[in-house]
Each structure stands twice: as structure tokens, then as C-alpha cells.
């Protein structure tokens, strides 16, 4: 086993820094080939022929730039198994922080105190004094036992370098499934816009009782990776829809996203076509200036149309989502946004002037203003 590492490493030097390298080659030993970290760090072990073929194979193609994600064919998210493919963003770490942001939000207090099997591992329930969610949403967070001993090392703090993410990284987040039936509840629906993978759409669907997800995307190609991956992952309380934002005036994409299911309208329909309880995005958000700063492995295997907007106009998915939002939220509802740091303070101006309430900015946790979150008002101004 030493041997093979040390020629892994070597392939790796000239595209990632030593201790990405090191990250890297770690994970494919256990992905591939089902090592423990103890054996890792002993390389004691003798690889057999079809081992040591797999990670030679797999070790050419990540010289040749190619995301470990997209070698491997899947990467870990939040716990679960994603597909991944040269047609959709690879999930990044900073993104499980934004789904974990509006997971926290639509907690019930009231079936998490109940006594259930994982109790022991949710160490309190606090309501915050903030609620920024309408009387049909609880607002709490949740504390967990963070214990789990890490066995992937994260790569550099280069956040368009991330391409390791492994469940045991990221912070266990206990979020119990609870009584699907429980009649004072009602479905919350939620939308994702520029689903990709579907890693947000997915995990929230999965991780909040009594919700219902749309997903929409202008890929077809990602589209289908995301339903790939809903049907791996055994997750039915979400819907697909191939729709473009930037086209929302001029296509069906009002139309499509606009309606729900019957069997999940179960709430009085005053609102007119306001049906999400939030809407939730990370959609494109690098100036292109910005492409020289990038890794190569990134500007050459993963999908551009979901990585960059003009340099004129870096806001264009938050102002169109923000507008198509103003319609279609509930009033009291929430709009949730991973944004370019470099933009915090504008893209939080953009939604007080478009007359969102309890705008706030939020840092990942490298410390960058990454999280933009806004409400819209329970009476707001017709736009």
C-alpha cells in the first residue's frame, strides 16, 4: 500500500496541494477499496491486483484534472450518497451549511421533545427569539453531538477547490422523521431553484416532516441526475421541473412552479399564488473576471452555465428569484441564498429594496459572508 500512495501523491503534486493530495488519495483508499483510516496510516496492507488496477486507473484520470467526485461517480452530502456527473455543480460543503440553515427553521418543537429513539442524541431544543417564519412554522435550533471522529481530511480553505466531502466531515445533524400523519401539521412547500444534483432539494425533502419540494432546473441533463439520485435515495415527496428563472416573464416557468399538486394543498388558498413557505437557491454566482482565480479542475469538468453570471450584473439570479418570490412566497415566508462573499452587502440591499424584511448575512464556516436570508412581509406592498 505504500507504494501505491506514494505514485498517487506524485500524480497528485502538480494539481493539489499537499494536504488535498494527501485528502484525496485517502479517500479513494476507502471508497475503492474499503480501507480503514487505521490501515491508511499504517500502509501495512497488501493490495491485491484488482486494488492496485483500480487506483492506478482511477489515479490517471484524476491527473488529468478530473474531480475526484466525478472519478469516484458520486460524492457524500449531509450523510447521503449523491451521483454526480460533469452536468451538474459538485455539492460543496458551504452548501450543506445553507440546507442546514433552513432545515433548523422548519424543526417542530413539538415532535422533537417527544419521546422517540434518538432522543439521546439531540441535546436540546431551543426556540429562537427571532422567529422569522409565519405562525405555521416553529422556528428552533438544534444542538447535536458532534462526537463522530473525522476520517477525511477537508482539502484547502480554496472554496472552488473543495472536492472531498465525506458524511463523517460534515456536522451530524439529527433531524427524526417523526409522524408523517400528525393532523395538526400542515405540508410545508418549498422550492429550489438551480437544483443541479439535487442535494438541497433531496435533504430537505427528506429531512423536514411533512414537506414538499419542487425542483426546478434548465438542464435536462442535471435534471436527470437529480432524479437518478431521488430514486437511489428512496426520496418521492419532490417534483421536478425543467424551468429558466431568467426567462420567468416570458416562459412557463410562473405556470409550472406557480401550481402544486392537489394532494399537497391543504392550506387555505387565500393566498392566491403565493404557495412556498420558502424558496431556497445557490445558483451561479462567479463573475467571470474571477475564472483566473480558479482551479482547473473545476473551469474544466463542471458545468459553467451553473457556475457564472456577467461581470455587469452579478445579482441577476438573486433579482429574478427575488421578484418571482415577491408572487409566489407566503407572506411571512423566507428566501434563502448562497451568494458570492464578494457581493454580501449588495445582495442584502437588493432585497430591502425590493421590500424584504429581517435581511440578514451570514458567514460559512471559513468566516466569508456566504448566506443571504430575507422574509417577506406578512402585508407587503403589491409589487
Given amino acids: 500500500m505504500k507504494q501505491a500512495i506514494q505514485r498517487l501523491q506524485a500524480l497528485l503534486t502538480p494539481l493539489y496541494e499537499p494536504r488535498e493530495a494527501k485528502a484525496v488519495v485517502r479517500l479513494l483508499l476507502e471508497e475503492l477499496c474499503g480501507f480503514s483510516y487505521t490501515q491508511i496510516v499504517m500502509q501495512t496492507t497488501v493490495l491485491s491486483?484488482?486494488?492496485?488496477?483500480?487506483?492506478?486507473?482511477c489515479g490517471r484520470l484524476l491527473a488529468d484534472g478530473?474531480?475526484?467526485?466525478?472519478?469516484?461517480?458520486?460524492?457524500?452530502?449531509?450523510?447521503?450518497?449523491?451521483?454526480?456527473?460533469?452536468?451538474?455543480?459538485?455539492?460543496?460543503?458551504?452548501?450543506?451549511?445553507l440546507v442546514d440553515m433552513v432545515v433548523d427553521n422548519f424543526v417542530d418543537k413539538r415532535l422533537k421533545t417527544?419521546?422517540?429513539?434518538v432522543d439521546n442524541a439531540v441535546k436540546n431544543v431551543v426556540e429562537k427569539p427571532d422567529s422569522p417564519s409565519d405562525n405555521d412554522v416553529e422556528n428552533?435550533?438544534?444542538?447535536v453531538d458532534n462526537s463522530v471522529e473525522k476520517s477525511v481530511e477537508n482539502p484547502s480553505d480554496?472554496?472552488?477547490?473543495?472536492?472531498?466531502?465525506?458524511?463523517?466531515?460534515?456536522?451530524?445533524?439529527?433531524?427524526?422523521?417523526?409522524v408523517e400523519n400528525h393532523v395538526d401539521k400542515p405540508v410545508y412547500n418549498l422550492l429550489d431553484v438551480g437544483t443541479g444534483s439535487g442535494c438541497i432539494a433531496l435533504s430537505l425533502a427528506a429531512d423536514i416532516n411533512r414537506s414538499f419540494i419542487t425542483?426546478?432546473?434548465?438542464?435536462?441533463a442535471a435534471l436527470d441526475v437529480a432524479k437518478s439520485n431521488a430514486k437511489e435515495l428512496g426520496i418521492s415527496n419532490v417534483r421536478f421541473v425543467e424551468a429558466d428563472i431568467l426567462r420567468e416573464e416570458e416562459s412557463d416557468f410562473s405556470t409550472e412552479l406557480s401550481t402544486l399538486p392537489a394532494e399537497v394543498v391543504n392550506r387555505s388558498t387565500a393566498d392566491g399564488n403565493a404557495l412556498y413557505d420558502a424558496i431556497v437557491s445557490n445558483p451561479p454566482y462567479i463573475c467571470r473576471r474571477e475564472a483566473v482565480d480558479m482551479e482547473a479542475n473545476v473551469l474544466d469538468h463542471e458545468p459553467h452555465l451553473a457556475l457564472f453570471v456577467p461581470d455587469d450584473d452579478?445579482?441577476?439570479?438573486?433579482?429574478?428569484?427575488?421578484?418571482?418570490?415577491?408572487?409566489?412566497?407566503?407572506?411571512?415566508?423566507?428566501?434563502?441564498?448562497?451568494i458570492n462573499a464578494a457581493f454580501g452587502a449588495e445582495t442584502c440591499q437588493l432585497l430591502r429594496d425590493l421590500g424584504y424584511t429581517g435581511v440578514t448575512l451570514h458567514k460559512d464556516f471559513d468566516g466569508r459572508d456566504r448566506f443571504v436570508c430575507a422574509q417577506k412581509p406578512h402585508n407587503p406592498a403589491t409589487p
Avoid: M
Fill in 215 to 220: 425542483a426546478a432546473d434548465l438542464s435536462t
Fill in 140 to 143: 428552533c435550533t438544534v444542538s
Fill in 314 to 338: 452579478p445579482l441577476l439570479f438573486y433579482r429574478a428569484i427575488a421578484r418571482y418570490s415577491q408572487r409566489h412566497l407566503r407572506p411571512g415566508g423566507r428566501l434563502y441564498f448562497e
Fill in 66 to 97: 478530473i474531480p475526484v467526485q466525478q472519478v469516484l461517480g458520486y460524492t457524500w452530502f449531509r450523510g447521503r450518497k449523491f451521483r454526480v456527473t460533469a452536468d451538474v455543480l459538485i455539492p460543496r460543503p458551504e452548501t450543506a451549511e
Fill in 158 to 178: 480554496k472554496a472552488a477547490s473543495r472536492h472531498v466531502d465525506n458524511p463523517v466531515e460534515n456536522k451530524s445533524r439529527v433531524v427524526e422523521k417523526a
Fill in 114 to 117: 417527544a419521546e422517540n429513539p
Fill in 49 to 57: 491486483d484488482a486494488q492496485r488496477t483500480r487506483l492506478e486507473a
